[in-house]
């Protein structure tokens, strides 16, 4: 016969593994709602690695492109925009500014540089012996910044993608978010922007010209 201190042994017994029972599946489903936080897309890319590769690619060919629109402001005077520019190179190369401010400083400068430039270039400027050795300056730059800037858009889907698939990912990357989808208009523009230089510098007659345009061969 069980006695009462028997009793109140087992019953607590009971109790305990129905609580641990119940703590457990509480636990598994609370994991299951909760957002995964560096998360990989559908095609098993992670955050972390598209987010390093994209940002590689991009701040480089920013970097060279950024170089070559101050050659290019230099040859055609134009001293403020060529000033600008060299203060976002600096502030762009600084790894102590945010990593998102520095992206969308680039970003904009590019872009703006770019419209700026393709509306300089098409009328007949640059053509001195000054001129011209600031445009041929510009010319490595600018191609390998157009080099560059064409391989971004596969990286900035990736990363994109990998951003959906983490649902705190919106909330880290802010910037970034604001920046990808227009990845592929800033890659039009520097691409026109990119043929533009070359084919004026050929025009030019200057120093260069005909390398940086087989370089860019067919693109």
């Known amino acids: 016969m069980m006695t009462k201190n028997n009793f109140f042994k087992t019953f607590a017994i009971l109790i305990f593994f129905t609580v641990s029972a119940f703590s457990n599946v509480s636990a598994i489903e609370l994991k299951k709602k909760l957002p995964k936080i560096g998360g990989s897309s559908g ?37 403020d925009e060529a000033n600008k520019t060299r ?19 680039a ?10 430039i393709e509306g300089a270039l098409t009328k007949e400027a640059a053509n001195s012996a000054e001129a011209k050795v600031h445009y041929a300056k510009a ?24 951003i959906k698939a983490d649902k705190m990912a ?3 990357l802010g910037d970034f978010v604001k920046v990808l989808p227009k ?7 520097a691409t026109t922007v990119g043929k533009l230089i070359t084919s004026g510098a050929k025009s030019r ?3 260069g010209a005909d390398d940086a345009n087989k370089a860019l061969g067919d693109l």
């Open 43 to 79: 095609n098993g890319v992670s955050l972390d690695d598209a987010k390093t590769k994209f940002t590689k690619i991009f701040f480089e060919s920013a970097l060279d492109y950024m170089e070559a629109q101050f050659h290019l402001f230099n040859a055609l005077e134009m001293n």
């Open 87 to 105: 203060k976002s190179i600096d502030f762009v190369k600084d790894e102590k500014k945010k990593e998102g401010k520095r992206l969308t400083n």
């Open 107 to 116: 970003f904009n400068t590019v872009s703006d540089n770019s419209s700026a």
């Open 139 to 162: 010319l490595p730059f600018a191609v390998k910044g157009l080099l560059g800037t064409v391989q971004l858009p596969p990286e900035a889907k990736s990363l994109l993608d990998s």
């Open 170 to 172: 919106a909330l880290k």
């Open 183 to 189: 990845i592929p208009e800033y890659v039009k523009s």
């Open 205 to 207: 007659d200057v120093k």
